[in-house]
């Protein structure tokens, strides 16, 4: 949390606050094009002035920074694991997201469409039922599979990983385009987790055609999206050992992390 407390200094208090009522008007994006990059925060100090000048950041009841808790569910094949690794226009990773400070929870369907363009769903449910897909959350996910690929979902699901890491969220003051910056993050399974180094953010930058001003701010220091940047699939490389990841690596080592290193420790060994 030392970072996170850091940040409070020179990064949440240079922005103007924006309500999410207010956020949601100018920019829900749920249909998007992304960029990640990977970043330290040496260089998210010097972004800082001008993403303020460009931007205004979530608050809620005082707060800047907030938990997120979201568990993913995949079959017994990893499928939206390999899918991603394979670059399929055609997949699905699904999973339930719960805010902390808020007490809400959604499920989260995220689709590509034919232009490559991220599409999430998402249905409110109860916090209490964190952790489990019930009949109405399995007939959602099939109806909007079904909506976007003419097809049912054709996968079994079960709870693979969970993650843990604290978000801000900015807002052009123009509308139309967001940024989040993610630290702190935690991988588990019930037998390994994996925590990256909270020097490192995860920026994400979402944008009607992928090029947006913040792209532009973080291009004018040299930093460039980092590929295939997904959370959970960072985290699937990282928590199971021998499984393929190739395609993760440029993410895997701006993260400081590759699978199988000493860093990754095995709770019945703590």
């Not at 489990?132 to 990983?161: C, E, N, S, W």
Request: glycine share 8%.
């Amino acid at each position: 949390m030392s970072i996170i407390a850091n940040t409070d200094d020179w990064l949440q208090h240079g922005f103007q606050p924006i309500s999410l009522a207010a956020l949601n008007g100018k920019a829900a994006m749920l249909e998007r094009l992304d960029n990640k990059y990977v970043v330290d925060a040496t260089v998210l100090k010097h972004a800082a002035g001008a993403l303020a000048e460009a931007f205004d950041m979530l608050e809620i009841d005082g707060l800047r920074a907030f938990t997120y808790e979201t568990c993913y569910f995949d079959d017994a094949s990893r499928r939206s694991y390999f899918d991603h690794h394979q670059g399929r226009r055609r997949r699905a990773k699904v999973r339930l997201r719960r805010y902390a400070e808020a007490g809400l929870c959604f499920l989260e369907v995220k689709l590509k469409d034919r232009r490559g363009i991220t599409v999430k769903k998402r249905l409110n449910r109860d916090p209490g039922t964190f952790g489990m897909l019930d009949k109405t959350a399995l007939a959602y996910i099939d109806d909007v599979y079904r909506a976007q690929y003419g097809q049912p979902f054709p996968h079994m699901l079960t709870r693979v990983i969970d993650m843990r890491y604290r978000r801000m969220t900015l807002v052009a003051k123009q509308g139309g385009e967001r940024m989040t910056i993610d630290c702190g993050l935690q991988f588990y399974t019930p037998d390994a987790r994996h925590a990256v180094d909270e020097s490192l953010f995860i920026l994400e930058t979402k944008s009607a055609n992928g090029n947006g001003v913040a792209d532009g701010i973080l291009r004018a220091l040299h930093q460039h999206p980092t590929k295939r940047c997904s959370k959970y699939c960072v985290g699937t490389a990282l928590l199971n050992p021998g499984t393929r990841h190739n395609k993760f690596l440029p993410a895997l080592r701006k993260l400081g992390s590759l699978p199988g290193h000493d860093v990754l420790r095995r709770l019945h060994n703590e």
